[in-house]
């Protein structure tokens, strides 16, 4: 199945429920608001990484300055950066084992990407899941009790 197939991208959508959406914002014009406040109405848990917001509220959960820090198991790392910048967030969940890296539209880094693919991540690049979502009909997450 490609990357960016549907089917593949709806079973990486139906199979999250823990996001680290790094490149988080507190301005609510900014995308990164916007795709956190939606994802947040389908049922995810999204924990936003912002380096100069931490320890700041966001949307009702804590800032956090990088994935390392996040004290959850997170699913999918969303990536909210310019590509030059993603290499070291790569690394990072490749080190964490996060199952899914989602690069958002624009966001294109084929050599990290490979590498997180050897590391047996599955990777989403170019895409946005606030439209994916109702492209695809994913219906909402059901999470179980904390």
Same mark, same amino acid.
């Given at each position: 199945?490609? %990357?960016?197939?549907? $089917? %593949?991208?709806? &079973? #990486?959508?139906? !199979? =999250? %429920?823990?996001?680290?959406? =790094? @490149?988080? !914002? $507190?301005?609510?014009h900014r995308a990164s608001h916007q795709v956190m406040a939606y994802l947040q109405s %389908? @049922?995810?848990?999204v924990v936003p990484v912002n380096p100069?917001?931490? +320890?700041?509220?966001l949307l009702g959960e804590t800032v956090y300055p990088d994935l390392p820090s996040v004290p959850l198991k997170? $699913?999918?790392? $969303?990536?909210?950066l310019a590509p030059e910048r993603t290499d070291p967030v790569i690394d990072a969940a490749i080190r964490l084992s996060v199952p899914v #890296?989602?690069? &958002?539209? @624009?966001v294109i880094n084929?050599? +990290?990407?490979?590498?997180?693919?050897?590391?047996g991540a599955s990777v989403v690049m170019d895409r946005c899941p606030k439209q994916e979502i109702p492209r695809l009909g994913v219906p909402? =997450?059901?999470r179980l009790p904390a």
């Open positions: 199945m490609s %990357r960016n197939s549907p $089917d %593949r991208i709806r &079973q #990486i959508l139906e !199979s =999250v %429920r823990t996001i680290a959406l =790094v @490149g988080a !914002s $507190d301005k609510p %389908r @049922g995810y848990r100069k917001l931490t +320890g700041r509220t997170i $699913d999918m790392a $969303d990536l909210f #890296i989602w690069m &958002q539209i @624009g084929e050599e +990290g990407a490979a590498k997180a693919e050897a590391a909402p =997450v059901t």
